[in-house]
């Protein structure tokens, strides 16, 4: 992706994706968030409403035995909520790169200013590929929807599965099965770590299939999943680069940088360091 206008914001362009500089671009699968969200709503004792077009899910009713289905979110609020908690964990995962960038001595800052859909690769340009993730239009929707990297990252929807009914089975062999974080047999640091990895109550199929048919009404209504956010998102980035520490000398104060970019040549290249 060219560090260029529309594909990343005007003032940084002179920095941004130039060689010689690392770009980290964590992604994350909203269309598994939300379903871990309907999880944990059902769990809870609460399932959506659609206050887009103003309707109950339908069939939900057959569920009344397993949740008061009159106790409901709203459909856009939920999927806004978890849109937000990924952007946070994204956040989070950058900002942990920003202090082992000071920690190194190395420059650079956490930003959001590339356009999200380059980056993934719906820009619509073939010769700006971006991740090369798939991607597909539809009249009902705004932007592309961007799905998954087929055999690396793919989100928990179709077209990388069958139906959200095969989405969340395997959503919940990922939780219980071997090497999750509910299963038995998975490592942890208690003490008795078998039996508090155990404890949580596994999915019945029953409630399987309630989290499913809110999901599947959400994709069959919208034409995706989730219906109101991109099904995959990148939102902020990390940029990582040496220093020119002579201009930071000749236009600011001392202090302007830590001793560890000072000293970052010498440590880490063998190269001479700088006094501060």
Not at 79 to 91: C, D, G, I
Not at 111 to 126: I, K, Q, R, W
Not at 177 to 187: E, I, L, M, N, S
């Amino acid at each position: 992706m060219p560090p260029e206008v529309p594909h990343v914001e005007p003032h940084n362009r002179w920095v941004v994706n130039q060689s010689g500089t690392l770009l980290v671009i964590p992604v994350a699968d909203l269309a598994q968030h939300v379903l871990l969200a309907l999880c944990y709503f059902l769990q809870n004792g609460a399932v959506i409403r659609d206050d887009v077009y103003g309707c109950p899910i339908p069939g939900i009713e057959q569920f009344k035995h397993l949740v008061n289905v009159e106790n409901t979110w709203p459909l856009t609020f939920v999927e806004q909520w978890s849109l937000t908690e990924v952007t946070a964990e994204l956040s989070t995962s950058c900002y942990a790169g920003a202090l082992m960038l000071q920690a190194m001595g190395l420059g650079g800052w956490m930003f959001n200013g590339m356009d999200p859909f380059s980056v993934l690769g719906a820009s619509g340009n073939p010769a700006v590929p971006g991740l090369g993730f798939r991607f597909d239009a539809d009249k009902r929707w705004p932007y592309p929807n961007p799905t998954g990297l087929t055999s690396v990252m793919e989100g928990y929807c179709p077209p990388h599965f069958r139906d959200m009914r095969a989405a969340v089975d395997v959503l919940c062999e990922r939780k219980f099965g071997p090497g999750g974080p509910f299963h038995p047999d998975t490592p942890g640091p208690w003490k008795e770590s078998r039996k508090i990895r155990s404890a949580a109550p596994v999915h019945s199929e029953e409630f399987k299939e309630c989290v499913a048919l809110q999901a599947q009404y959400i994709f069959d209504r919208f034409g995706k999943f989730p219906g109101t956010v991109p099904s995959v998102v990148a939102t902020i980035y990390l940029q990582a680069h040496h220093l020119d520490l002579e201009f930071y000398d000749a236009f600011c104060k001392p202090g302007a940088y830590l001793r560890t970019h000072a000293e970052h040549m010498a440590r880490w290249h063998g190269a001479a360091g700088y006094q501060i």
